[in-house]
């Protein structure tokens, strides 16, 4: 881990006083300069552009900087929490920073840190809602005082706050953040039971109340198709996800129902990147046929290209799901030349265009020590797992968080073809870390018992 740290802290230093060059960057800067958001994007992370880059104008230090700074600060701070709430290095104020910058100087959170995009800013508030699920709700039951079922819905407002910041920060963080907002609320209300009319009403409004607030923002900062970004429906997800790999990649595969429909200088722009599915190739269908008779031809070539490639989508799909519940190791695999690989190769050029050298031995011993540490970690944990059963509280959170996982990953991979990016997964990497440092949790010196609390 410190040569992770090590690596990570003079890659930080060499890259600070640069700007990567993603296309979402140029997006959100000029969303920052009107405000105006389309509905799929938050409207925290450009209003936060926007004051930075009007407090800095003209000023020596640039604004971009002045966000890695801003975001390196946030992801500390949710970094520290995180140790905070699973009780790790309770007494050791040295030992808790070198566990934040373990986690932080992960290679991919490291490149999102130093970035103009929502994703680190995004991953900080999550990871803030975890901790504090944990926290506040993930407790046994026996240790439980009148007292705390008092302040439930305190404890649930603490969970609902990160999931108002992570919801207006990146929008798919909405349904993902109201997974441990309905756990908690849930395990309020079995604890509070009959015991307090008035608390379960607390508990049930705060739920409320923090739901309206964010709907209400959506529909205030939000206007629907202001940039014109295709909707997607079940029809089109199927189609996206099964079809560029086995009919539309190559001239001898397109369909002939396709050329009649929409000719070959559409194929021919669709067969180039299999964002171009999305772009190009979806829209004149559906102005060609209505949406309707559009959705019904997506099934039927989605239904064709299953049928007739089973076995080469169903590879290509759980390599993107096993890639987005494992980022490190499975990316580190896709860089090495497989197909597939998808926005990965161009996230990691982006990454290494400034120092190549020190990003490849920095990156590549990200990926080995992810692996080598979760081995590790894992021959420690198993004689510990008998006692996990008897444990509700690491159950319910460890439930919870893979349960989060499962659905950010099966999203993801929904999105379409070739489109895997280990950013939308950061919060999944930093978890899979924290397992990592479990054995240097808290643990009494004298008698080598584990706190009641360690996860």
Not at 205 to 223: P, V, W, Y
Not at 257 to 268: F, I, K, M, N, P
Request: proline residues 4%; aromatic residues 10%; positive net charge.
């Amino acid at each position: 881990m410190t040569v992770q740290i090590a690596l990570g802290l003079v890659w930080m230093l060499a890259n600070f006083g640069t700007l990567q060059l993603f296309g979402d960057t140029a997006f959100q800067v000029a969303v920052s300069g009107s405000l105006r958001c389309d509905e799929h994007t938050g409207i925290l992370y450009p209003a936060l552009l926007l004051v930075v880059r009007a407090l800095f104008r003209g000023s020596v230090v640039t604004w971009y900087r002045v966000m890695y700074v801003l975001q390196f600060l946030l992801a500390f701070c949710a970094a520290d929490l995180l140790l905070r709430c699973f009780s790790f290095f309770e007494d050791h104020r040295l030992l808790r920073i070198w566990g934040s910058l373990a986690l932080l100087t992960i290679p991919m959170c490291m490149q999102c840190i130093l970035a103009v995009l929502p994703r680190s800013v995004a991953c900080s508030f999550f990871l803030m809602e975890l901790a504090f699920f944990f926290r506040g709700t993930c407790r046994e039951e026996a240790s439980l005082k009148a007292e705390d079922l008092r302040r439930a819905g305190e404890r649930l407002a603490e969970v609902c706050l990160f999931w108002l910041l992570g919801a207006l920060t990146e929008n798919e963080l909405f349904l993902l953040g109201a997974v441990p907002v309905a756990v908690s609320l849930l395990v309020w209300l079995r604890r509070v039971g009959g015991k307090s009319l008035i608390v379960a009403g607390k508990v049930i409004l705060t739920a409320a109340l923090f739901l309206g607030i964010i709907l209400c923002i959506r529909s205030i900062t939000q206007e629907k198709g202001l940039y014109r970004q295709p909707e997607k429906s079940p029809e089109k997800t199927l189609f996206d996800r099964t079809a560029w790999p086995v009919l539309l990649c190559d001239r001898w595969r397109w369909p002939e129902s396709l050329l009649e429909l929409v000719g070959r200088d559409v194929l021919a722009k669709t067969s180039e990147s299999p964002e171009n599915v999305n772009l190009v190739l979806e829209p004149a269908l559906e102005e060609k046929l209505g949406t309707r008779q559009a959705q019904r031809l997506y099934l039927e070539l989605a239904g064709e290209a299953f049928h007739e490639h089973k076995k080469q989508i169903l590879g290509e799909s759980l390599t993107d799901l096993a890639g987005y519940l494992m980022p490190p190791a499975v990316t580190g695999w896709l860089l090495t030349g497989r197909t597939g690989a998808g926005a990965a190769p161009r996230s990691y050029d982006v990454m290494k265009r400034h120092t190549p050298l020190l990003t490849k031995a920095y990156f590549d011993f990200g990926t080995f020590w992810f692996c080598a540490g979760l081995v590790l970690a894992g021959l420690w944990a198993v004689p510990g797992l008998r006692d996990l059963r008897h444990t509700k509280s690491r159950r319910l959170f460890l439930m919870t968080a893979a349960g989060c996982a499962l659905i950010c990953s099966v999203h993801n991979t929904l999105r379409g073809y070739g489109l895997y990016d280990y950013k939308a997964a950061l919060w999944i990497t930093v978890m899979w870390t924290v397992l990592t440092l479990l054995p240097l949790s808290p643990s009494d010196r004298k008698t080598g018992e584990r706190r009641e609390n360690d996860l």
